[in-house]
Structure formats: structure tokens, C-alpha cells
Nanobody, 122 residues
Framework: QEQLVESGGGVVQPGGSLRLSCAASGFSLEGHAIGWFRQVPGKKRERVACITFTDGNTIYEDFVQGRFTISRDSAKNAAYLQMNSLKPEDTATYYC???????????????WGRGTRVTVSS
């Protein structure tokens, strides 16, 4: 079955770090745009960062610029989100997404992961 599975979420204190992983199975991420999104209950889903799998070009939303890094590993058919200097407002469920033939992941991507929870609290 074609799917994305996230891992690496957890509870961390403000200023701490987490590394999220997105593993694809049943299809190749080559030729796709990969993105990380996050959502808080009752709030709209928001894009965090995107990467084009073929050339590695990236784009970040302003609220994570300089703190988060998105990357991919072709050999592992996976993508990652390194999160540093975490803030309480980063608390959310984080989702991995993939979409073919685009430079970024649209609102309705072809693939969604099930999400991994991140809680930043003292």
C-alpha cells in the first residue's frame, strides 16, 4: 500500500530539539514535492516547510526560518524535519505530505501521513 509514516514526535522543553522522520513505502518520493504541515485542534492546518525531492530546493515559513531544517534521503526514500529552539507555540500534530510534479505541496496533496504529536512545554 502507498503510504507515508511519520515518527519522532514527543514532549520536549522550550529550547529543545526533535527530529521528525517521514518514511514512504509503496512508491518512490522521486519527482515529488515533500512537505511538513502542522495543526492544532480548532485551528487551520498550516504549512511548515517543503522540499523538492529531485533537486533538494527548500522553502520555509517565516515562523520556523532559522530553527527548522527540512531534508531528504533518496537512498532511504524518506524526508526529515530537524526542529531546534522549539517554542510552546510549536506544539501541534505534525504531518508529512507528498505531491507529484510540483515545487511545493498544495493544500490537497496526493499523499498524507497519519501525523506525529509534538508538545513543547516546561
Amino acid at each position: 500500500q502507498e503510504q507515508l509514516v511519520e515518527s519522532g514526535g514527543g514532549v520536549v522543553q522550550p529550547g529543545g530539539s526533535l527530529r521528525l522522520s517521514c518514511a514512504a513505502s509503496g512508491f518512490s518520493l522521486e519527482g515529488h514535492a515533500i512537505g511538513w504541515f502542522r495543526q492544532v485542534p480548532g485551528k487551520k492546518r498550516e504549512r511548515v516547510a517543503c522540499i523538492t525531492f529531485t533537486d533538494g530546493n527548500t522553502i520555509y515559513e517565516d515562523f520556523v526560518q532559522g530553527r527548522f531544517t527540512i531534508s531528504r534521503d533518496s537512498a532511504k526514500n524518506a524526508a526529515y524535519l530537524q526542529m531546534n529552539s522549539l517554542k510552546p507555540e510549536d506544539t501541534a500534530t505534525y504531518y508529512c505530505a507528498a505531491h507529484p510534479g510540483t515545487w511545493y505541496v498544495p493544500v490537497e496533496p496526493h499523499y498524507w501521513g497519519r501525523g506525529t504529536r509534538v508538545t513543547v512545554s516546561s
